[in-house]
């Protein structure tokens, strides 16, 4: 407010996650977070100390009953909530089992307060209604409070925010954001990253809009100035004017409605209005995910990962067991495709009772295909399982980290034998399904032609394929920045494997970051690839773009695109011919 | 001590037991002199603590029981169980 004769300042970045929003600034310098410290309190200084929560608790109720007497009329609403943040206050489980925890067991009021909210808060938020897991964050929300008053006022921290903001960081590590009460942020603004990033992908999971890469946002945005995020042109708007946030609230609200307009269309086709129909898929790790998958409209699985039941036990699963796993999703899946990974056991995710030899180099190691062939007896288990699970649905087999045609050839005997041992067995199975290549090494996709003739299909796996092509790790924030999906390589060879699978007469799918993003549905469907499948969450969007869309001509634009000679001008590209349409959708989609 | 006193009932608002309603249940039970409590399927709840009553999870048709430790604080039992059959005047 007090910065209205402020020039207002357009910063350019890259949208990480779509959606608008209007609020005031939140620093976070490099020291990054503080937490809230735990120390002990000696025996005769406790009764001090249960006083000082006392007083803590009394001053936030203070606080709150002058919020309440100032709420006009017209907020009554508003004011109901915070009469029960009043009770809140003293309810037995937050106040008496604080006061117990510090007399019990001698720490600091900070560290019993923030001890007794992270055992009540996972009661509601494991709740199954919707309503009682929303009350989460009424106990944050009062223990925020006291907090304050127990810390005093001036030491706000980022574990601890009371009100609603937009965090704007260099970078922000994985660690820094599991510090953050998400449920307080209302968007991001980084210097660095893109959408492939971790805050991204946060970003898109809660649904909050996201920009990155803006550069020098840091030292831009001041602390507490007002600024606008729109996560679906990667802009974010420093001091905008009245007229800026007049025309911003109206975009919002837009948005907003033709959000809920695409979830209300999720479950309908993804046809472009020219008439081209493609499947988005969702991925999967959890059989329970299967539900979120078809609640936001998926046709299918397109990537159903089968890691978590080998790291969940301390042991190898049982044939029954992973066929019972399997079974179970592609019951409630129907006649619906469910695309499954082999295992695909890697340097993140190491296996504990597989640590034969600790690698250098996990990434380029002993891991998926190259873990199973090696250890056949394994593989066996698994595509067992999968071939009893194919008589009861729907199944693919996808085969990871395929780097050569041998791995193919001897993975497909394995399979071979597997359908014969349970022949002989007289069990039910299913040989008879579509067996895919993980276009994920960059070698599998120079030589798509030659393994195209023992393939049914091809599925890209982006996350992968972009960090072998660029030699980056994600993973690493000095690097990270160059995980470019639409780095001109990384779009070469999408469309080599796209050229061959059309010569060769497969279907080239995708899975990945990559497939998620609606800004790249046009040219990922111009260049042939007829599958998208992506996490559960971000399938009504992509399906709303896509029927937004009108692919007549992409040809010319595409041969344009690939001219292009750095990322951030294929981003442009792409912003300035979709960017809008991108925006804007729903609205062409639901109209129908 | 005098015997313990209870009274079972179901749910009728929509709402169910939300935050409302159960704060208006715990400013009742704050009155009385010894515990009360509020039962549902065999989980207690101490009804003087809304959030103790919130994870209930007590939709609409819940048949939940209020009891009283002390007789003495009939009054607030008869309080209380009149607020949920009036459906807490939604």
């Not at chain 1, 019993?112 to 709740?127: C, G, I, R, T």
């Not at chain 2, 209870?6 to 009385?32: D, E, F, P, Y």
């Amino acid at each position: 407010m007090e910065d209205q004769e402020s020039q207002e300042i357009i910063l350019k970045g890259i949208g990480g996650s779509p959606g608008i929003c209007i609020g005031k600034a939140y620093l976070v310098d490099k020291e990054g977070v503080d937490v809230v410290k735990q120390y002990i309190v000696r025996k005769a200084f406790l009764p001090a100390e249960v006083g000082r929560f006392k007083t803590a608790v009394r001053k936030a109720g203070e606080a709150l009953q002058r919020v309440i007497d100032k709420t006009p009329e017209e907020l009554r609403q508003h004011v109901q909530i915070l009469e029960t943040h009043m009770l809140l206050l003293k309810d037995k489980m937050l106040y008496d089992r604080t006061i117990e925890v510090i007399e019990g067991e001698h720490v600091n009021a900070e560290w019993a307060l923030k001890k007794v909210v992270s055992q009540v808060k996972p009661m509601f938020e494991n709740m199954s209604n919707d309503y009682l897991r929303q009350r989460a964050e009424d106990i944050t929300h009062v223990a925020d409070r006291i907090m304050e008053n127990l810390v005093g006022g001036e030491h706000v921290n980022i574990a601890r925010i009371d009100k609603r903001v937009i965090l704007v960081a260099r970078d922000l590590s994985p660690a820094e954001t599991s510090q953050i009460q998400l449920e307080r942020i209302k968007g991001f603004v980084t210097n660095r990253g893109g959408h492939a990033s971790h805050t991204s992908i946060i970003a898109r999971t809660l649904e909050i809009p996201a920009v990155m890469g803006v550069g020098n946002a840091t030292l831009k945005i001041n602390n507490d100035d007002i600024i606008i995020v729109d996560g679906g042109t990667g802009t974010v708007v420093v001091h905008p004017t009245e007229q800026t946030l007049l025309a911003t609230e109206e975009r919002r609200e837009q948005y907003e409605i033709r959000k809920a307009q695409m979830a209300r269309t999720s479950h309908l086709p993804a046809k472009t209005q020219n008439g081209q129909l493609i499947s988005v898929m969702g991925n999967i790790e959890l059989p329970e995910e299967v539900v979120a998958l078809l609640d936001h409209g998926g046709d299918g699985i397109g990537l159903y990962r089968t890691e978590f039941q080998y790291l969940s036990r301390p042991d190898f699963p049982s044939e029954n067991g992973l066929f019972e796993n399997y079974k179970d999703v592609i019951d409630v899946m129907g006649n619906r495709p469910v695309t499954i990974r082999t295992l695909d056991i890697n340097g993140d995710k190491a296996v504990n009772y597989i640590h034969e030899n600790q690698e250098a180099n996990p990434a380029l190691g002993l891991r998926a295909i190259r873990y199973c062939l090696r250890k056949p007896d394994i593989f066996q288990t698994q595509l067992r399982a999968i071939l009893r699970a194919a008589a009861h649905g729907n199944v693919r087999i996808l085969l990871p980290m395929i780097s050569g045609i041998e791995e193919v050839e001897k993975a497909i005997a394995l399979i071979d034998d597997a359908a014969e041992s349970l022949e002989k067995q007289g069990l039910a199975y299913n040989r008879d399904i579509p067996i895919g290549i993980m276009m994920e090494v960059p070698s599998a996709v120079v030589t798509a032609d030659i393994l195209a003739e023992k393939a049914d299909f091809f599925s890209i796996g982006t996350n992968d394929l972009i960090q072998y092509t660029l030699a980056v790790d994600r993973g690493n924030r000095h690097v990270a920045h160059l995980h470019q999906p639409l780095h001109p390589a990384i779009l070469r060879l999408i469309k080599g494997v796209c050229d061959v699978a059309r010569e060769k007469g497969i279907p080239t799918y995708m899975c990945g970051e990559m497939a998620a993003a609606p800004l790249f549905a046009p040219i990922l469907l111009g260049l042939g690839v007829e599958e998208l499948s992506m996490n559960p969450q971000a399938i009504p969007v992509v399906k709303s773009a896509i029927r937004s869309l009108n692919l007549a001509g992409i040809d010319t634009l595409i041969a344009e695109m690939m001219r292009l000679t750095t990322a951030r001008a294929i981003q442009d590209f792409l912003t300035q011919h979709f960017g809008e349409a991108v925006t804007r959708l729903g609205a062409a989609g639901s109209d129908q | 001590m005098k015997a313990a006193q209870t009274i079972t009932l179901r749910i009728v608002n929509a709402l169910g037991l939300h935050a409302r309603s159960a704060a208006q249940l715990a400013k009742l039970a704050a009155q009385a002199k010894g515990g009360v409590w509020i039962d549902k399927n065999g989980n207690r709840a101490d009804a003087t603590s809304l959030l103790d009553i919130l994870t209930l999870a007590c939709p609409q048709g819940t048949e939940v029981t209020v009891s009283i430790d002390d007789e003495a604080d009939m009054e607030t039992l008869e309080q209380m169980a009149a607020l949920i059959r009036s459906g807490f005047g939604e």
